[in-house]
């Protein structure tokens, strides 16, 4: 049974940094394509990063690129999203997700192809 638990959301201030985890089971992530999807207010699921099968290149929302690094520590099974520079903009749920097909449209933010989804992850960013 695959199952992914997000972790490390939080209050934070404008200008603030945070890491999220997300821990997948049943499965070797690695193997993947990964990505981080999150939900604003009162808005659609957006996309923010993906990470390839293999860690062979990475994928990001303009709203988050140059401040935001996707990474996997294959040894825990973990997929994390640093974020930095945070911004009141920056307030969401934010989810992992995980496709088994690892299609390109996947890594290209498409949160269509994602098979597998964790229950999300509150960050919340003070002005």
């Known amino acids: 049974q695959v199952q992914l638990v997000e972790s490390g959301g939080g209050l934070v201030q404008a200008g603030g940094s945070l890491r999220l985890s997300c821990v997948a089971s049943?499965?070797?992530?690695?193997?993947?394509?990964m990505g981080w999807f999150r939900q604003r207010p009162g808005k659609e699921l957006e996309f923010v990063a993906a990470i390839s099968q293999g860690d062979s290149a990475t994928y990001y929302a303009g709203s988050v690129k140059g401040r935001s690094s996707i990474s996997r520590d294959n040894a825990k099974n973990t997929l994390y999203l640093q974020m930095n520079s945070l911004n009141p903009e920056d307030t969401a749920v934010y989810s992992c997700?995980?496709?088994?097909?690892?299609?390109?449209?996947?890594?290209?933010?498409?949160?269509?192809?994602?098979?597998?989804w964790g229950q999300g992850t509150q960050v919340t960013v003070s002005s």
């Open positions: 049943g499965l070797t992530a690695s193997e993947y394509t």
């Open positions: 997700a995980l496709d088994l097909h690892s299609n390109i449209a996947a890594l290209q933010g498409d949160a269509r192809i994602y098979e597998y």
